[in-house]
């Protein structure tokens, strides 16, 4: 079935070095697509959003790629810092009046000092 | 504005118990959604409504039941625990399809 899948379920990088996660998707008819953060204990939260008809969005130090070619889908985490460390979810919408998200399994991002 | 609330936080049943999740939005969003969290497995939805007076079922609706109270709330219901219920539960909204849903803090459920 149609399925969001993370290629790296763990990422550990220096405070200060500039984070990429990634995410594969493989609905063609997904049109909006969403990254969240979820800390140790909490809900998810939303950190940004791309619709199908953009390639590239920028938020405060974070900016999501979107390649509709591959159906692939990234977060880049500028000047990483040690609150960054928690697990990140890709989720999209496939399309059309579907009030449901699929999300993917997440990625735990570890930043060390 | 307290966005997404649940309760209780922490619970623990025995087997073949019965409890109710609370959930209630203050943002007057349409949609609402139930989730489990468990390790490995993502959030995987368990049932979901599109918009007052509606409720569907999602990817894990087995052993559960959901009303939509009114818009603000949409609760979650277990009539007999089972040990495989033992997870974190998700409640969200979301203000129409297309837009991002906010995350309530969880209730962690243990089913002994």
């Known amino acids: 079935g149609e399925s969001v899948g993370l290629h790296l379920p763990t990422l550990s990088v220096q405070e200060g070095d500039n984070s990429i996660i990634n995410c594969a998707y493989s609905?063609?008819?997904?049109?909006?697509f969403i990254w969240y953060k979820q800390e140790s204990g909490k809900g998810p939260q939303f950190i940004i959003d791309i619709r199908s008809n953009m390639d590239k969005r920028q938020g405060q130090r974070v900016t999501v790629l979107l390649n509709k070619t591959v159906k692939h889908l990234s977060l880049q985490i500028a000047a990483t810092q040690p609150g960054d460390s928690a697990v990140y979810f890709c989720?999209?919408?496939?399309?059309?009046?579907?009030?449901?998200?699929?999300f993917g399994k997440g990625t735990l991002l570890t930043v060390n000092p | 504005n307290a966005g997404v609330t649940q309760t209780p936080k922490f619970q623990v049943l025995k087997t073949g118990q019965s409890m109710t999740l609370q959930c209630a939005q203050d943002?007057?969003?349409?949609?609402m959604y139930w989730y489990r969290q468990d390790p490995g497995m993502g959030l995987r939805l368990i049932y979901y409504s599109a918009s007052e007076g509606t409720t569907d079922k999602g990817e894990v609706p087995n052993g559960y039941n959901v009303s939509r109270l009114n818009k603000r709330e949409f609760s979650l219901r277990l009539e007999s625990a089972a040990p495989s219920q033992t997870s974190v539960y998700f409640c969200?909204?979301?203000?129409?399809?297309?837009?991002?849903?906010?995350f309530g803090p969880g209730t962690r459920l243990t089913v002994t």
């Open positions: 609905n063609s008819a997904s049109d909006y």
């Open positions: 943002m007057n969003h349409n949609s």
């Open positions: 969200a909204s979301m203000h129409d399809f297309g837009y991002e849903q906010y």
């Open positions: 989720a999209e919408n496939s399309g059309g009046s579907n009030y449901k998200l699929t």
